[in-house]
């Protein structure tokens, strides 16, 4: 059986067939575009038993990633997930919510021009490997708070918003487009993005364009797309819409819940503490569906797994999924950790992050309101949480440093020692517990504190 490529510098994405070397031994990433049956999903752990070390990773994209493969298993664990015949994807990925033609509140059906967009772009090389287009329908369930390059929200029943890099809130928005060119319309932008290079982003692009720069009235071609000498993509005026109300960002629901959908059909968001489960628990889990008559399960946004059957079915398997140490609710503070995998599973990291972050659960529940996502690092790269925390610790080579408001590898308001960091934020959930107006939650209420009190308190200074 040939080599797989090891796959490990930073800013890289494990493949099934491309795994990336970490502490704990090469990781490979299986993605789906559609859901599959418990019995797979089993089936996919004891996989991860018989050629890894038996640990699973969710990603916060919704990817399974099995862990503690060697150059010798590697091979034989992708060679036996392709003949399962999953529905693996291939190529670029083009995301949509997990809940797609299923959710009635949607304002318009995500999975044609998805679909559209995947088959246009198949021969498409040589794009940053990170690169990822979101089409989002609206619905309870939103990629809103993902980063992507290109993303496609619904504004209207056949009208698309075009945002470029970050999050949808805070990304360049390209324009409104009739449904009609929108295909054509991100192969363009794709198009462009190669020709800049494996490392351009759509953020890249971003920078590059601004409603005065982008031509508004260019004479329509055949495709509706022409360029600039610059090579900024613009499109045919007839096509695009403007700005309007309807654009305003809505919040992106929590998976751990539980979701009547259309046809009688319901869904339960059940994830792994801090997105890592074994192999034997996960296992138990699909089997319990398999028993309740549950037909379906999808890898979700937010380390989730969503199982899809009656709403009795469902029901049982929270409560067994609960009683067996899943967060199944939305309001377990375990959910609103971003803990990386830490030491001594990643080469990169100083920290053991699960403890950590355990601990913080444990101790520190009213300051995890829901209101932030404490992201809890091995190192400042900041895998498990790229954008702005309210509130990061981050592991350095001697001590944790403390950053507010910010990515993990900016300036630190404080430092713990490694012994002291849950005693420190112990302090940090205190300070906020005292100050929190009526109302106000516990990201507002960091943001008013402010870095020079977070920091006295943090060292024990009155």
Request: glycine share 8%.
């Amino acid at each position: 059986m040939t080599a797989l490529p090891l796959t490990m510098q930073r800013g890289a994405c494990p493949a099934l067939s491309a795994p990336m070397m970490t502490g704990d031994g090469l990781l490979a990433r299986i993605s789906l575009v559609e859901a599959i049956s418990p019995a797979q999903l089993a089936d996919i752990c004891r996989l991860a038993l018989k050629h890894g070390n038996g640990m699973i990773d969710i990603s916060a994209r919704g990817n399974l990633q099995i862990r503690g493969l060697s150059k010798t298993s590697a091979p034989h664990l992708d060679a036996d997930v392709r003949a399962m015949n999953l529905p693996l994807r291939e190529g670029l990925a083009v995301e949509i919510p997990p809940l797609a033609g299923m959710d009635e509140s949607e304002i318009a059906d995500p999975r044609p021009l998805a679909d559209a967009i995947r088959e246009a772009s198949h021969d498409i090389t040589g794009l940053a490997p990170k690169m990822a287009v979101v089409v989002d329908g609206g619905g309870v369930l939103r990629h809103s708070d993902l980063l992507a390059d290109i993303r496609l929200v619904a504004v209207g029943k056949h009208n698309w918003k075009l945002v470029l890099g970050s999050t949808e809130d805070k990304g360049f928005v390209f324009n409104v487009l009739r449904e009609t060119l929108v295909v054509d319309t991100v192969i363009g932008l794709l198009k462009q993005l190669k020709g800049l290079g494996n490392k351009a982003r759509g953020r890249d692009l971003a920078r590059d364009l601004s409603v005065s720069e982008t031509q508004l009235h260019t004479p329509p071609s055949s495709s509706g797309l022409s360029r600039k000498s610059t090579g900024v993509v613009t499109i045919d005026p007839s096509q695009m819409l403007g700005t309007s109300p309807s654009m305003t960002t809505r919040n992106a629901g929590s998976p751990f819940d539980l979701f009547a959908l259309s046809d009688h059909l319901h869904a339960i968001g059940i994830g792994p503490a801090f997105g890592q489960a074994r192999a034997e628990e996960l296992i138990a889990v699909c089997d319990e569906a398999t028993r309740l008559g549950i037909k379906s399960v999808k890898p979700a946004l937010d380390h989730s797994l969503l199982f899809f059957g009656s709403e009795n079915a469902c029901r049982s398997l929270q409560d067994f999924a609960g009683d067996n140490g899943f967060v199944t609710s939305s309001t377990d503070p375990r959910g609103h950790i971003a803990a990386c995998s830490g030491s001594p599973a990643c080469n990169s990291a100083t920290i053991a992050t699960h403890e950590i972050a355990a601990k913080a659960a444990a101790e520190c529940g009213d300051l995890l309101d829901g209101s932030f996502r404490l992201h809890v690092t091995g190192c400042p790269k900041g895998c498990a949480h790229p954008q702005p925390a309210a509130l990061a610790l981050c592991g350095t080579a001697d001590r944790v440093s403390l950053i507010a408001q910010g990515k993990a590898a900016d300036q630190p308001f404080a430092f713990a020692s490694f012994a002291d960091t849950n005693a420190t934020l112990r302090r940090l959930a205190d300070l906020v517990r005292s100050e929190r107006r009526p109302s106000e939650n516990s990201a507002a209420c960091l943001a008013r504190i402010g870095s020079d009190r977070l920091a006295a308190a943090a060292t024990g200074r009155p």
